[in-house]
């Protein structure tokens, strides 16, 4: 084999591990080795411990999982998620994705960089913040934004950034921040739990409503909904009224005392408020199928799932033949919407044909290209419909396992999913005996790491493997020798989460949008310089003005529209 230029690794001696570092390892090893391609998994959980993966390490965990100390050292120093060395108190993480760029993310480092005295990677001399670049937050419709400590910031000016830096060095009081529990009666107000939302002080809302609701001896019920995906109206706070969810945006904490003076809970008029949220041209004009109950529901209620056309499509499924489930998804016309198009039924009948003691589903939520954060939103908003997806994916094609792929940028849609999955298992909709269909289907969330790269399909099987996410050569394609050599099926978040609709409803009904080979529906995502940033859901057969002008609103800055880059699914 030719020989590569490249940096030469020497291999010294590691200094011992202190004991707290070696009871954080062996206790990842001990909750992680026996899984299916650990390693990864297994950094992770180092990391959240000690806040890095200690070089003393990579002898101990290579050896648990038979492996080179090279091929550990190899996968720590490709992933960007991972550190060496130990970081500042704090971690601040400023997004430099062309969105957040396109709204003065570049000169915010640059600021951060200069107030904390260091450079990006560095640590500021006092220990208290280390400065970290990241490549998309998913928050691209409420640039710039940054991320301290796991706590997402949306439209982040440099006074901003400075009160948090300020907050790092003389820490405040404690607030425990408990949110609002959860009444039986009263009046129901929706409060977004999603990350857009929580960016820009949605929990602060929903307590000072809570709050301001008690002193005034007012019955409130606060249900913590997905973003509706208009998302500079965020915080959108809704009240249910006999005639329908009236809007209310962007609230902020201060701003709840006038809005219950005005008569919120009765849906009355006030500066903030936008009528009927059903009436909202910029809702009333799309086609939401896909995402029909994105900021509808609880995210994590069964029931609220149910009531809305949850399930029904897995139930059918669960009495068809896989052949038929199959033909159902390949008459309704649904391609691909990572980007590729492929018709997704093909993809599906050609691993359900394939040989093979155990095959897989592997949903690639890898959400890597800037702009784009539809993904992100329907992960946090309605979680159960992209489970369900799966689990008829899993039916149709014989598959027993899946696996959500999901960015280690988005820690909210993480912990979602993980909740959702579990409450789905204890329903008897994943499990041993899925929807009464005497066949298994199981699922579970690995995260990534911080590379682009596993947004490629191949990238990301191995990454699921617990390797560097480096593009295999086709053939053989995953269908036929994917996921640990076996047929796999690969499709993104949108593609699994239509799946229900289409055997909920027939593939005759998702056959009525689109037009030409396209059918269906897309979403469509609007983000630096618009007014109106946020999802658009609509047929097949929109023009770029109509999504930039009618739905967008034109540019925030008001100038004349001289470019627009189109990218990402």
Known sequence: MPATHGTIIPIVASAALRTREREAVDQAIASQALRPGPLIELLHAVQDTLGHVPEAAVPRIADALNLSRAEVHGVISYYPHFRTTPPGRHVLQVCRAEACQSRGADALLAHAGEALGCGSH??????????EPVYCLGLCASSP????????????????LDALLQQCRHPGPVNAAAQPAAASQGVRVYVPRDAAALAVGADAVARALQGACAARGLQVQIVRNGSRGLLWLETLVEVETPEGRVAYGPVTADAVPDLLDAGMLQGRSHALCHGLT???????????????????????????????????????????????IVQEVLDSGLRGRGGAAFPAGIKWKTVAAAAGPQKYIACNADEGDSGTFADRLLMEGDPYTLIEGMAIAGLAVGATQGLVYVRSEYPHAIATLNEAIARAEAAGWLGLDVAGSGRAFRLEVRKGAGSYVCGEETAMLESIEGRRGIVRAKPPLPAIEGLWGRPTVINNVITLATVPLILARGAAFYQGFGMGRSRGTLPFQLAGNVRHGGLVEKAFGLTLRELVFDFGGGTRSGRPVKAIQVGGP
């Open 145 to 160: 934004a940054v991320m301290l400590d796991g706590h997402l910031h949306a439209h982040v000016t440099a006074q901003d």
């Open 278 to 324: 059903e009436a909202i041209p910029y809702l009333a004009r799309q086609e939401r199928l896909t995402f029909a109950r994105l900021g509808v529901i609880d995210p994590l209620s069964l029931a609220d799932y149910a009531a809305h056309g949850g399930w029904q499509g897995l139930a059918r499924a669960a009495g068809l033949e896989p052949a038929a």
């Open 122 to 131: 560095g640590r500021s001399a006092d220990g208290a913040v280390t400065l």
